[in-house]
């Protein structure tokens, strides 16, 4: 069994939602399809869509919905 | 003028700027700052600086609360609000001053009513300023809205009353249009702003953005020109001069005028700029909207007329009259000011934080450079991405022109992408040059850059 990790190309926030009262993008666990939102990074007020680079049958994030990341910092691992 | 110790509740570079405005009054200053911002400039420069919270805003510059006690405990009789943020947040300028401090710009009360965006409406036809044709009063549902869209005629614009600085607005083509949109404009601006109030204007197709500099003491009333600020991408600002390209002075002491009334309708004081559009085909122009507050793009003003601004603006706030008559504000020369933002003009403008390895900025009399930057400072992701201004001067347009070509070329900034490539290529710019240029001049000039690019 491997994992992908899924890097932030950008530092900044990590949001989880699109709105606070959203659902999450994707619930710990879920299955992951190549394209799928996973998150938004806020970057100098930019929202910037995180997409999947992989499938996968299940995702686990690593970081909270609201937590400060820097670039290239693991946001989540994908098992394939 | 009885301000001794002004907190500054802002960052970057008008935080920096505040800071110099208050050295030349003999005035000291207090910083306060995110855990973000340890390193800025504005930190270094501060006679004190009191960390108030972590790097997000809602936690750190839009606390009010932390903000009034951090004044307190530093013995601050004053708080300067720069731009964005608090600055033209009514109930915070109420709070400054319940609080026993001073508040450097306008009353609550004048914040309130200019920033809805429908009362200042009424507030500039009430003082005969023309205004573009719209809605008188917000727009009760729909069907209103249908009906006064239908008397003006479409494109019309609809925008959020709370709205403004660009945000809020969409453009609608027809009947069907205006019913989709409508209810999420609403939606949005309920979100955005916690105000759903709507209202409409009729689109002015090729307009100019020019924009007057007031000054009032709540007595006296003066303006210090106009600024042209056409060039802007997603409805922010890149480019701004002074005075204004093209423009008849008979229409430029009208604008100038239509200004000052509008200040003496509400007892202005301090500084703040009345936005017009304008149509250069007919001459006309139209009130958009006030911004209480200083602009980013004061310093051309301030290269032209040789004024302090943000001196002024705290000396009126100390209780001193205006220190000018309105013959006292001259032109001299022309000025230019490119925003130098962190953004990837190759990227289509991805932010690019990160630290600056290496920076020369060519220096002048002519040359001024309003920044947070110095090497080894890391740019932080949590703020927009102004890094600084470049301002050039000279004794004409077009001498300005090749001035600014010249230093732009000369200012170096590594470590992180900027916008400076964009504004090397408009200074070089043939329409920009001849000053044929419109608001949506500068995305359509993107939009053909990047197909020449596309088909070599």
């Known amino acids: ?80 | 003028m009885n301000i001794r110790r002004v907190l500054i509740a802002n960052r970057g570079e008008i935080a920096v700027r505040i800071n110099r405005a208050c050295r030349a009054l003999g005035v000291s200053t207090v910083q306060v700052y995110s855990a973000a911002d340890r390193d800025s400039l504005a930190v270094r420069l501060a006679d004190q600086a009191i960390e108030i919270g972590p790097p997000p805003a809602a936690k750190s510059y839009l606390r009010s609360d932390l903000i009034i006690a951090a004044a307190r405990s530093s013995g601050a009789d004053a708080v300067h609000p720069g731009y964005g943020f608090l600055a033209e947040n009514g109930d915070f300028a109420d709070a400054v001053v319940a609080a026993g401090l001073t508040f450097i710009g306008p009353s609550g009360d004048a914040i309130r009513l200019l920033g809805d965006k429908v009362a200042a409406r009424q507030v500039a036809a009430a003082a005969g300023v023309p205004t573009v044709p719209g809605s008188v009063a917000r727009l009760i549902d729909v069907e209103a809205g249908l009906a006064l869209a239908e008397k003006i005629g479409y494109p019309v614009m609809i925008k959020a009353a709370a709205g403004g600085g660009g945000r809020g607005i969409r453009v609608v083509h027809n009947e069907e249009e205006f019913a989709r949109q409508f209810p999420q404009a609403a939606a949005e601006a309920t979100a955005a702003f916690g105000d759903g109030g709507l209202y409409v204007e009729k689109l002015i197709a090729s307009a100019r953005h020019i924009e007057v500099q007031i000054l009032g003491d709540g007595q006296r009333y003066v303006h210090c020109f106009e600024r042209e600020c056409s060039l802007q991408r997603r409805r922010q600002k890149v480019w701004e001069e002074a005075p204004a390209f093209h423009l008849d002075a008979q229409v430029r002491a009208a604008m100038c005028t239509a200004a000052v009334k509008l200040a003496a309708q509400v007892a202005y004081k301090g500084a703040g700029t009345v936005e017009f559009l304008y149509d250069s085909t007919t001459e006309n122009f139209y009130f958009i909207e006030v911004n209480t507050r200083i602009q980013v793009e004061h310093p051309v003003t301030e290269m032209i007329t040789g004024l302090d601004l943000v001196a002024e603006m705290i000396r009126i706030a100390g209780g001193a009259r205006l220190s000018i008559e309105q013959d006292d504000v001259v032109i001299t020369g022309h000025a230019i000011e490119c925003r130098i933002n962190a953004e990837n003009p190759a990227r289509n403008f991805m932010p690019a934080p990160g630290t600056i390895t290496r920076l020369v900025v060519p220096a002048g009399a002519d040359v001024r450079f309003d920044s947070m930057l110095y090497e080894g400072y890391t740019v932080p992701p949590f703020y927009d991405s102004l890094l600084g201004k470049l301002i050039v001067h000279g004794p004409d347009r077009a001498a300005c022109l090749a001035r600014m070509a010249e230093v732009l070329s000369g200012l170096v900034i590594e470590g992180l992408a900027t916008t400076i490539p964009l504004h090397c290529a408009l200074a070089a710019d043939e329409a920009v040059a001849s000053g044929t240029i419109d608001t949506r001049f500068l995305e359509d000039w993107l939009v053909r850059g990047l197909l020449a690019a596309q088909n070599p």
């Open chain 1, 1 to 80: 069994m491997s994992k992908h990790q899924v890097l932030s190309p950008l530092p900044g926030t990590f949001y989880r939602r699109s709105a606070p009262d959203a659902p999450l993008f994707k619930e710990d666990g879920a299955a992951v399809a190549m394209g799928d939102v996973l998150g938004l990074v806020e970057v100098m007020k930019n929202f910037q869509e995180l997409t999947s680079e992989f499938a996968g049958r299940s995702i686990t994030f690593l970081v909270e919905d609201g937590e400060t990341i820097d670039s290239d910092q693991v946001v989540a691992e994908i098992e394939v």
